[in-house]
């Protein structure tokens, strides 16, 4: 089984930056398409960034141009570079294996507020 650890978050005003990681471990037999999600409380995850296999990637449409997926296959740890936030970028962040999901971490909460 694979765990995932979520850092990087904080409170931040809006237009600031913020670099999340997500590190794993665990049993770990092969890299796996690989995202970020968020969740504020009350509603359901959603998909955030996702990073193919090959490195493609995908974003949520009211991030693009904003946030950036990345991941550094020797340190099995997944990244989300974070510029312009908005206050709706409020929220705690996961990342997780797509698909299926691996178990969820802890989460980084981001709070985007002036």
């Known amino acids: 089984q694979v765990q995932f650890v979520e850092s990087g978050g904080g409170w931040v005003q809006p237009g600031g930056s913020l670099r999340l990681s997500c590190a794993a471990s665990g049993t770990i037999f092969e890299i796996h398409a690989m995202g970020w999600y968020r969740q504020t409380p009350g509603k359901q995850r959603e998909l955030v960034a996702l990073?193919?296999?090959?490195?493609?990637?995908r974003y949520l449409d009211s991030v693009k141009d904003r946030f950036t997926i990345s991941r550094d296959n020797g340190k099995y740890t997944l990244y989300l570079q974070m510029n312009n936030l908005k206050s709706e970028d409020t929220a705690v962040y996961y990342c997780?294996?797509?698909?299926?999901?691996?178990?969820w971490g802890p989460g980084t909460p981001v709070n985007v507020s002036s």
């Open positions: 997780n294996k797509d698909t299926p999901y691996d178990y």
């Open positions: 990073i193919e296999r090959d490195g493609r990637t």
